[in-house]
C-alpha cells in the first residue's frame, strides 16, 4: 500500500495525475462493464433494443448508419446509446445529432476526412476502421490523427502481414494501441486482433479446413472465404496448437454480460 | 552548530512532513542547534534546463547560509537533482558535511554523491546522534541509522531495530507544532502508525513487518492542535492499511469527527484500505462520519501467479465483497493495478482489468501504475527484474515476462480505455 503512495506523489509531482481526485472518480451514473466492446445493431432494432423500464438501451448499443435515411430514426432525447458507426460518406449528415462515440468506416475518398473530423461533438471518442492502403493515404497527416482515438487496420491477405510490424511501429510511435481486424489469429500477436474484443460480432460460417485443429476455431474469426472474391479474405493459416490459460479465460467470458 | 534540511518538490505549497520530524527531535536534544527547514519547488520544468536554475539556487543557499551540516531529504522525484547538488557542494566547499537520507538512498550514493553519510534506518534518530558526535558527546562508530565511507571501504553503523533503542513514536514531536509559520495548506498529512504486516516484494513498509503506533493520547491532543491552529480542504492519513484494526480505526476516526464537528471545518479525510478487511463494519465507521471520506485501495493484479510471486496476500472473494459494500456507501474510491509484476503478461492484466470494470462500479477510470521498483524492496533482489536506472528507483523495462514494449503497450491501451470510459460520463 505504502507502495501507492509513493508512486502517487510522482506522479502528481510530475502533474501526471491531477490533483483533485475527486474530479476524475466521481460516482459514475452507468455501470463500466461494456468497455471497448460495441454491441452493433441496425436501426431497425432499436425498438427492440429499448429496456422499457429504464428506458435506456443496454450492452452499449452502437447504431449502424447504412444510409442517409437512417438518421431521421436517431433522434432520441432521452434514451441513452454508445453512439453510431457510419461510413465515411455519411458524417457530414450527422450535424444535428452528437454523439459521444462515433465508429467512423474510412473507405478509400479520405480528401474530407479532417473537415467531417470538425462536425463530431467535441470531445467524442472517435474510431475508424480502415483498410491498410487507405491507412498509408493518412499515415502522415497528423492533423487527422490527432483527432482519433483508435485505429482498426483491416489487412485481407497475406501479403500485408509482411508489414504489420511496420505498422505496429508506426502507430505506437503516434500513441496508438495496435489494432488489426481480418487477421486470422494465428497470423499475429493476439492481443492486437479487434475480434479479441469484439466476439460478438463474429459471426463464422465457413472454416478453413487448416483451421480444424486449432484450440481457438471457435473464437477466431476467419472463415474460408476462397471462393467469395469480393471479400478477397486470403491468408496462410495454421492450427494453434498452445495457448496461455489467461487467454482462454479472458476469451471465455467475452460473451458474458458483465465482460467488457 | 547550523544544520539546513533541504528537500525538493514539484508542487509548491507542500508541509515538509518529514523534515518537521527530524528538525523536532534533534532539536527536543540540542535545542540550541540552529536548524532550517528549506524546500525548494522545481516546477513542471521537464524540458532540459541548460542553465539548471533550481540547482544554482539552492547551491547558492547552502553556500550563504555556511552550514556545518546540510541533510537532503531524498524521494524518487528529486534523487538525480540531489546527487549532483550534494557532489557540488563538497567541490565547492569541502567542509560542508552533507548527509543523504529518506527511503530512495542507497550505499551506492555514498560514492556518486560524494556525501559524508547516508542514513540507513529512521533518520530521526541519526541526526539526533550526529550531531551528538559533532559535539564530542560519542564516537562516530556509536552514531546509529547510518552509513559512510572509511578508506573506501562501506561502513555501516549499528541499525536501531530491537525492542530497547527503538524509536518510540509517541517520543516524536507533532510535524506541525514544529513549523508552526504558516497555517493553511491544501492539504496536511499525519500517519498514526509506522509498519506493515504484509510483506508485498514491491513494497517499501515490507522491511518494516512489526507495527508501532502512535497512542491515540498522542494522536487526540494533535489532531485537535491540528484543527485548531491550520486551515486545509484535505486530512490525509499515510498509514498503509488504516482499517488494520477496526476499534483503532474507530477511535481515531471519532478524534476527526469531533475537530470537525467542534471547528465546522469542511473536511475531506484520505485514507488507504485494504480491501480485503473491508466488511460491514468498516463500512458503518466510514459512513457515520461528518465528513466525506476518499479511500484508496490497491490490487495490483488478479492473477494468482502475479500476486503469490510479488508476495502480496489476497483474497478475491473478499476483495469483491469490499467493493460491493463501497458502491452502496457513501465512501468515494479508487482502487487500482500495477503493469509490469513479475509474471504478468497482456491478457493477465485485461482479466485484471475487467475484474475491476465489473466491480469496482463507482469508480470512473481504470487506474493503472507501470511498476516502479522502489530502492529497498524485496523485489530489488529478484535478478529478473530490469529498471531504467540502475541506482534510483525507477521505472520497470524488463521482467521474467515482460520488457518496456509490453508495458508501453498497456499504457497506451489504458489511455485508451479511459478515453473510452468517459463516455459514461458524458
Known amino acids: ?260 | 552548530m547550523k544544520i539546513l534540511l533541504l528537500a525538493f518538490n514539484v508542487q509548491e505549497d507542500i508541509f515538509p512532513y518529514g523534515l518537521s520530524y527530524l528538525k523536532g527531535y534533534a532539536q527536543r536534544f540540542h535545542p540550541e542547534t540552529d536548524i532550517r527547514i528549506k524546500e525548494f519547488s522545481f516546477g513542471n520544468r521537464f524540458g532540459y534546463d541548460i542553465n539548471k536554475n533550481i540547482e544554482q539556487q539552492a547551491i547558492s543557499y547552502i553556500l550563504i547560509q555556511k552550514p556545518d551540516l546540510v541533510c537532503f531529504s531524498c524521494y524518487i522525484w528529486s534523487i538525480e537533482m540531489v546527487v549532483k547538488i550534494s557532489r557540488a557542494i563538497k567541490i565547492i566547499n569541502p567542509e560542508i558535511k552533507i548527509i543523504l537520507g529518506g527511503v530512495e538512498v542507497t550505499e551506492n550514493h555514498l560514492q556518486e554523491s560524494h556525501c559524508d553519510y547516508i542514513t540507513t534506518g529512521e533518520g530521526e534518530i541519526a541526526l539526533k546522534e550526529l550531531i551528538d558526535y559533532y559535539k564530542g558527546k560519542i564516537k562516530l562508530s556509536e552514531v546509529h541509522n547510518i552509513s559512510y565511507l572509511e578508506k573506501d571501504q562501506n561502513v555501516q553503523n549499528k541499525i536501531v531495530q530491537n525492542e530497547l533503542t527503538k524509536l518510540e513514536l509517541d517520543t516524536l514531536p507533532f510535524p506541525y507544532k514544529v513549523l508552526p509559520e504558516k497555517k493553511n495548506f491544501e492539504a496536511v498529512r499525519i500517519e498514526t502508525s509506522r509498519g506493515c504486516p504484509f510483506g508485498c516484494h514491491y513494497c517499501y513498509y515490507a522491511k518494516h513487518k512489526e507495527m508501532r503506533y502512535f497512542s491515540l493520547d498522542y494522536l487526540k491532543e494533535n489532531i485537535t492542535y491540528l484543527f485548531d491552529n491550520y486551515t486545509f480542504k484535505n486530512l490525509t492519513f499515510l498509514d498503509a492499511n488504516f482499517n488494520l484494526n477496526k476499534e483503532r480505526m474507530a477511535a481515531i476516526l471519532q478524534i476527526v469527527a469531533d475537530n470537525v464537528n467542534k471547528t465546522k471545518k469542511k473536511t475531506r479525510i484520505n485514507l488507504e484500505l485494504k480491501p480485503e478487511l473491508i466488511d460491514q463494519e468498516v463500512i458503518a465507521i466510514l459512513q457515520k462520519q461528518p465528513f466525506k471520506t476518499f479511500a484508496e485501495l490497491g490490487l495490483q493484479s488478479t492473477d494468482p501467479d502475479v500476486l503469490e510471486k510479488s508476495s502480496r496476500p489476497y483474497n478475491l472473494e473478499k476483495v469483491k465483497n469490499g467493493l460491493e459494500l463501497l458502491n452502496t456507501s457513501s465512501v468515494l474510491y479508487k482502487i487500482d493495478l500495477m503493469a509490469g509484476l513479475p509474471g504478468d503478461n497482456f491478457y493477465k492484466f485485461l482479466n485484471s482489468a475487467r475484474f475491476l470494470l465489473n466491480n469496482a462500479k463507482k469508480q470512473s477510470i481504470l487506474p493503472v501504475h507501470h511498476y516502479m521498483q522502489l530502492n529497498k524492496t524485496t523485489f530489488c533482489q529478484n535478478k529478473e527484474i530490469y529498471r531504467y536506472e540502475k541506482n534510483n528507483s525507477s521505472m520497470i523495462i524488463k521482467t521474467d515476462t515482460q520488457d518496456l514494449l509490453d508495458f508501453y503497450k498497456i499504457k497506451l491501451f489504458v489511455a485508451m480505455l479511459n478515453e473510452e470510459l468517459k463516455i459514461e460520463n458524458r
Open chain 1, 1 to 260: 500500500m505504502v507502495y501507492k503512495t509513493f508512486v502517487k506523489l510522482l506522479l502528481c509531482s510530475k502533474k501526471l495525475l491531477p490533483q483533485t481526485e475527486e474530479t476524475i472518480y466521481k460516482i459514475s451514473p452507468i455501470l463500466v462493464q461494456n468497455m471497448l466492446k460495441s454491441n452493433l445493431v441496425d436501426v431497425t432494432e432499436l425498438n427492440t433494443k429499448l429496456n422499457k423500464e429504464t428506458n435506456r438501451f443496454k450492452d452499449n448499443l452502437v447504431i449502424k448508419i447504412n444510409k442517409k435515411e437512417d438518421l431521421d430514426k436517431l433522434i432520441l432525447p432521452d434514451q441513452r446509446i454508445k453512439g453510431i458507426q457510419l461510413k465515411l460518406s455519411l458524417l457530414k449528415e450527422v450535424k444535428q445529432l452528437r454523439f459521444n462515440y462515433y465508429s467512423i468506416i474510412v473507405d478509400n475518398n479520405v480528401e474530407h476526412l479532417i473537415v467531417s473530423f470538425d462536425n463530431l461533438k467535441k470531445g467524442a471518442f472517435v474510431e475508424i476502421l480502415l483498410p491498410l492502403t487507405t491507412y498509408r493515404q493518412i499515415n502522415d497527416q497528423q492533423d487527422i490523427l490527432s483527432k482519433v482515438n483508435r485505429v482498426i487496420i483491416e489487412l485481407n491477405n497475406q501479403e500485408q502481414i509482411k508489414q504489420l510490424n511496420e505498422i505496429f511501429s508506426d502507430l505506437i510511435l503516434k500513441k496508438f494501441y495496435p489494432f488489426t481486424k481480418g487477421v486470422p489469429f494465428c497470423q499475429t500477436q493476439i492481443e492486437h486482433c479487434w475480434e479479441l474484443f469484439n466476439q460478438q460480432n463474429i459471426i463464422i460460417t465457413k472454416k478453413a479446413k487448416e483451421c480444424q485443429d486449432c484450440l481457438l476455431t471457435e473464437y477466431c474469426n476467419y472463415q474460408n472465404n476462397n471462393q467469395d472474391s469480393s471479400q478477397n479474405q486470403q491468408f496462410e493459416v495454421k492450427p494453434i496448437k498452445e495457448i496461455k490459460p489467461e487467454l482462454i479465460n479472458f476469451l471465455k467470458d467475452e460473451n458474458t454480460a458483465t465482460r467488457f
